[in-house]
């Protein structure tokens, strides 16, 4: 299976926000018990106005598998010490190497990245494995004002 990444427009955003909704309340539902959850605007759209269109630094891209918008990506571009804002995939499409080759692509399409830093909820177990496999170390936990209990965050020094 092999995705395909382009720059988010706002008329991707319907799509993008039903794959959004979909993986967040999987990852909910799978670790706390409740059918639906995630950060601020995640289900409506609002998630990208906030995140992504309002920064230069920001960059969006859709993860696309033949016509169908699977998940997204928002990265932040901070002069080599970039930060991973969210990386999501649509539960029907996980498991099959879509999140790696994703992964691939932002280190490939950043090369001159001296480390990358993100944040993930605690509770959800399968972000840690997928962020580990991918090379990153847990540095720190953190409050969490968004999600119930604490942020582990992840770093990833490149060479």
């Known amino acids: ?14 799509d993008l926000t039903v794959a959004m909704t979909r993986a967040f309340d999987d990852d909910t539902r799978t670790y706390l018990g409740e059918e639906r959850g995630g950060p601020d605007g995640y289900d ?33 571009i901070l002069n080599g010490d970039n930060r991973l804002g969210t990386i999501f995939i649509d539960p029907e499409y996980q498991n099959r190497g879509i999140g790696y080759q994703t992964w691939q692509f932002i280190e490939q ?15 959800s177990l399968k972000n840690h494995h997928f962020y580990e496999k991918c090379g990153f170390v847990k540095i720190k936990e953190e409050t969490a004002a968004e999600h119930p209990g604490v942020t582990f ?7």
């Open 153 to 159: 965050i992840y770093q990833k020094m490149m060479s």
């Open 109 to 123: 399409t950043y090369p001159d990245t001296k480390s990358w830093t993100l944040g993930t909820p605690s509770y």
């Open 44 to 76: 409506n759209g609002d998630f990208f106005r906030k995140w992504l269109f309002p920064y230069e630094q920001s960059v969006g891209y859709k993860i696309t598998v033949g016509e169908v918008i699977v998940g997204g990506i928002i990265v932040w």
């Open 1 to 14: 299976m092999k995705p395909i990444f382009e720059i988010i427009s706002e008329q991707d955003l319907p």
